[in-house]
């Protein structure tokens, strides 16, 4: 469903969901906003635009049906494949391995920031050998135990008590962000834009 601008697509959006949760549909409406900002403006979409953005697009390259509403200037702009919203979010199973640095340096990569201790959504931290971090679409966030690069067990804890509250055989960390970047990505984006004369104060310098 198309609506003029993002205002009008976010009302549209709250009357469909609260109408499908009065019948019980099996389907929950999806918003995918448009940026708010342009190329060249030299300014950062909205952070919850953005993790909007990324979850509904996620959703669609895996398949999941249900009403899409979104402003003209979403439904205009150029999107990737499915597979690359796919591989955005991280499935993490006990029993499974993965190492610790390579997993900090993907949720950098996909909007988290790395914060002591973890209070909020798209936060996290590492101690050790445990991970604390807080996807989106939760009420709590999840603590991580590894042993090596082995995957021991996986929680969902209270933020203010630090307590465990339910385990979990697996957990899925959504992305915050559409855009995926790295510092090596930023790096080779900063040098061309040397190269070629263009103001790049918002980005990493080569190191």
Not at 128 to 138: K, Q, S
Not at 191 to 197: A, C, N, Q, S
Request: glycine share 6%; proline share 7%; hydrophobic share 40%.
């Amino acid at each position: 469903m198309v609506a003029d601008g993002n205002k009008q697509a976010e009302s549209l959006h709250t009357a469909l969901r609260t109408f499908c949760e009065l019948l019980n549909a099996a389907t929950v409406p999806m918003l995918l906003p448009a940026l708010d900002v342009l190329p060249g403006q030299a300014m950062s979409p909205h952070a919850e635009i953005l993790a909007s953005r990324a979850q509904t697009l996620g959703e669609l390259a895996r398949g999941t049906p249900g009403i899409v509403v979104m402003p003209v200037a979403a439904a205009l702009t150029r999107v990737n494949r499915a597979e690359f919203y796919r591989q955005l979010a991280l499935v993490l199973r006990v029993r499974e391995e993965i190492p610790l640095d390579d997993l900090a340096a993907h949720l950098e990569s996909v909007g988290y920031e790395k914060r002591e201790p973890v209070e909020m959504a798209g936060e996290y931290s590492i101690r050790g050998g445990i991970l604390d971090v807080f996807p989106p679409g939760g009420d709590q966030p999840v603590r991580v135990e590894f042993f090596g690069d082995e995957i021991e067990s996986i929680r969902r804890f209270d933020p203010a008590s630090q307590r465990s509250i339910h385990k979990l055989n697996e957990c899925t960390l959504e992305p915050f962000t559409e855009f995926q970047k790295s510092r090596a990505t930023l790096r080779d984006l900063s040098e061309r834009m040397h190269e070629h004369g263009t103001r790049s104060r918002d980005l990493l310098h080569p190191v």
